[in-house]
């Protein structure tokens, strides 16, 4: 018998037809499997009992980094006859495929990388067909070695032999290389001046050791690195790089050589360990304060990585000794290492040579170089779990890109810019989304050249032309005004989205919602569809359309955008508005402008206002004394949780809000009480515990009026783990079905999967 197999899903690029062939010749089959437009095809012939049992096992047995989405198939009329089950050519249309994903080195790379007696001994480029980088070194599709930046290292015949035989766990790894034929480590200068050193890794290890910042080269990017244990160095880092206060991740070789400073449940233990390998943040313990002080002060959360890359690897390697063998992986190592991206003044990530050189000569001693071109810049990704142990994104990149997230439904292929701050794009084709790597803030050129790359990469890769193209409703931002350009071009319509429908609209998309929903949009800012600046909404969300229920009681900014940033102008407009203007000036004597801003606010000039959450969070961290002007955006609202989060729960005030007729949720009560509050811990806590039971009741009241049960998160505060963990309990406990961002982050990183599944259904409905 024959049997016609069609296999849709991530199953190019991963080794999926040697997978086929050894389970086919295991199974004694004959016939052929090749890739082709759709996916994989293969032709069974055997026994009937033989064909049953391999298509019973052939989604079950996978290789790890590929994904079945759909397995058909259809007993053919034996024409020709096989003898042997072999690896055809590819089909027609190869190209409509996709690029996996890079991943961490995996168990067979290592065991050979550590084994003195293998060729690939301390290489730190290798890889397999289950391992290594794809997407940041991919420039087109077909993925084949030639479309890569291995394109310049012909293989040697042993890497050829490996590439060619079916048998082999090297069969088609693209990127596949040995010390003969591949890449190369050097080590520099801070001017670019190789260091002649027969062992860069060892030069580098011992240089971080003596306390000095070394850049390297990674996957997507280089990362500017020091010893964590060396808080001069650390310090230093924070100097050179003017990156005062913003929390740094710690690379360890293992769980073990930091379950010391942070708690580590079992899904974040998988989560740390995934091929993905992201930085996890981890419930800082006691001892972490003080062991690591200028990590992340004042924040509850450390994150967290694992060695990904084979250099990565080989440095904790040389920290250990060289051992052979890799019993030590399990062994605790000393050597933790700062590791932050190298991105001076929030632009894209370094990935060039002799950009590094030039950007970073003035950060790092010196330079940990290779000669493999990063070709996709692509930054580590940052998730946490969350209370109900699922992950959460921050920040989704390296590992997870260029993954689709698969929408409710088939739809016109649309391009989406996303926002301003932590921006992403997303391209749609059929019925999934590509949203692509964090971008970031669009507030600099260099940033806004990025966007365009990477919108024209991911269009490339996909190979499709949008319908239409999906932007904020702000006109300025840089995202909406390329959107117009690439609209006229193409002769399709810009579809503006606002910004919090967006928001509820991604996640609706990624748990297939269909219907009215309630939304509650808790964020910094966003236009609103009356001009007005939002971020505290409860919207009713029905596909493409979306009205306005309720809302925070608006603040006023004194000092416009300033306010933003300056938590003690938001405290300061709220004493205002409670009657309690004279505390200003006494309250923020070390502000020079504290008196003048009174003035503002009697006067109203300079002082929009806002519905925000997020300035609510930075006014309770103003009256707490928590933080009068942060260093970077959402910093006071996650010292607030940090605050928080060492107390035991309080009572909520009961009298702390107050729901009017008209939808509005006032926190006035809660504010004044957090103004006479000494201990800014218990207020900070108060504060958690109120705002969940105040969002919970006006939710309640919302959903009875509107005949809703299912409540969608969206927005950046659902990144505060103590609000959407109690938020949820008590809505869980009122009898709804909470929803939230999982395979996209809550923040503006998901505003562009929104926008494409709103403009998709705007144009669905016609
Ligand atoms: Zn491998
Ligand atoms: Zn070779």
Avoid at 427 to 456: F, K
Avoid at 588 to 603: D, I, M, W
Avoid at 619 to 633: I, K, N
Avoid at 667 to 678: C, H, N, S, V
Wanted: glycine share 8%.
């Amino acid at each position: 018998m024959q049997r016609r197999i069609r296999i849709a899903g991530i199953v190019q690029g991963v080794g999926f037809r040697p997978y086929v062939w050894h389970l086919a010749n295991a199974l004694q089959l004959a016939g052929w499997v090749r890739n082709d437009a759709a996916g994989v095809e293969v032709l069974a012939q055997g026994s009937s009992d033989q064909l049953d049992i391999f298509i019973q096992r052939l989604p079950r047995e996978i290789p790890p980094l590929a994904q079945v989405r759909e397995l058909t198939w259809v007993d053919a009329p034996a024409q020709a006859s096989f003898s042997t089950f072999s690896i055809a050519e590819s089909g027609a249309g190869d190209a409509a495929t996709m690029i996996g994903h890079d991943t961490a080195v995996c168990p067979d790379c290592l065991a050979e990388m550590f084994d003195p007696a293998d060729r690939r001994w301390r290489y730190a480029f290798i890889n397999c067909t289950h391992c290594g980088p794809r997407y940041t070194l991919t420039r087109k599709l077909p993925y084949d070695r030639a479309q890569t930046s291995m394109a310049r290292f012909p293989l040697c015949p042993d890497c050829a032999r490996e590439y060619r035989d079916p048998a082999n766990r090297r069969f088609h790894a693209e990127p596949t290389a040995c010390p003969l034929c591949g890449p190369q480590l050097a080590l520099s200068d801070a001017r670019g001046n190789r260091l002649d050193d027969a062992d860069p890794v060892g030069a580098s290890l011992a240089r971080l050791q003596s306390g000095q910042i070394v850049a390297i080269k990674g996957l997507g990017g280089f990362h500017l690195a020091c010893d964590a244990r060396n808080a001069d160095a650390v310090q230093r880092l924070r100097e050179r790089k003017t990156r005062e206060e913003k929390p740094f991740a710690i690379m360890a070789a293992n769980l073990v050589s930091i379950a010391d400073w942070v708690e580590i449940s079992p899904a974040e233990a998988d989560l740390l360990q995934t091929p993905e390998r992201p930085i996890v943040l981890l419930r800082k313990k006691p001892s972490a304060d003080a062991m690591f002080p200028g990590l992340a002060p004042g924040l509850a959360w450390l994150g967290i990585m694992l060695p990904y890359t084979p250099l990565h690897w080989l440095l904790f390697h040389a920290a250990a000794g060289q051992p052979a063998g890799t019993t030590w992986l399990q062994r605790r190592q000393d050597l933790l290492l700062v590791m932050t991206s190298a991105n001076p003044g929030g632009e894209p990530l370094v990935i060039d040579n002799a950009e590094a050189v030039e950007r970073l000569g003035d950060i790092a001693d010196a330079l940990l170089l290779h000669d493999r071109d990063i070709v996709v810049r692509c930054d580590d990704s940052v998730v946490r779990v969350d209370a109900q142990d699922t992950p959460q994104f921050i920040r989704r990149a390296r590992g997870y890109t260029p993954r689709a997230i698969r929408l409710p439904q088939c739809g016109p292929s649309v391009l989406a810019l996303g926002g301003y701050l932590k921006n992403t794009v997303c391209v749609t084709r059929g019925d999934e989304a590509y949203l692509s790597q964090h971008i970031g803030g669009l507030d600099n050129p260099a940033t806004c050249g990025m966007l365009m790359e990477v919108t024209q990469h991911l269009l490339d890769i996909l190979q499709v032309r949008p319908t239409a193209v999906a932007h904020d409703l702000h006109p300025d931002f840089f995202s909406s005004r390329h959107a117009f350009e690439l609209a006229e071009r193409w002769g399709a319509p810009a579809i503006g989205v606002q910004h919090h429908h967006a928001h509820i609209a991604a996640v609706a998309a990624e748990h297939a919602l269909v219907g009215p929903i309630l939304g509650l949009a808790l964020d910094g800012v966003g236009l609103g569809s009356n001009g007005a600046a939002w971020g505290g909404e409860l919207l009713r969300v029905d596909g493409a359309d979306c009205a306005r229920l309720g809302h925070l009681s608006p603040i006023a900014l004194p000092g416009g955008d300033k306010a933003a940033k300056e938590p003690w102008r938001m405290a300061a407009a709220v004493l205002f508005q409670i009657g309690r203007g004279d505390e200003i000036a006494p309250r923020f004597s070390r502000q020079p402008v504290a008196r003048q801003l009174l003035h503002l606010l009697e006067r109203g000039l300079n002082c929009p206002s806002t519905s925000s959450l997020g300035r609510w969070f930075d006014a309770a961290a103003g009256l707490l004394g928590a933080r009068e002007v942060m260093a970077y955006e959402g910093q006071a609202a996650m010292l607030l949780e940090g605050l928080a989060a060492g107390q035991d729960a309080v009572t909520p005030m009961r009298d702390g809000y107050i729901l009017t007729d008209d939808g509005r949720l006032d926190l006035f009560p809660l504010l004044a009480r957090l103004a006479d509050e000494k201990n800014a811990a218990f207020g900070a806590s108060l504060f958690h515990a109120t705002l969940a039971n105040a969002l919970a009741d006006w939710t309640e009241r919302a959903a009875h009026e509107q005949g809703l049960n299912r409540v969608v998160f969206g927005g950046g505060c659902f990144l505060n783990h103590i609000l959407t963990r109690d938020l949820t309990r008590l809505l869980n406990q009122r009898g709804f079905s909470v929803f939230a961002a999982r395979q996209a982050p809550p923040n503006d990183g998901g505003l562009s999967l929104g926008q494409a599944w709103v403009a998709i259904q705007q144009i669905s409905r016609g």
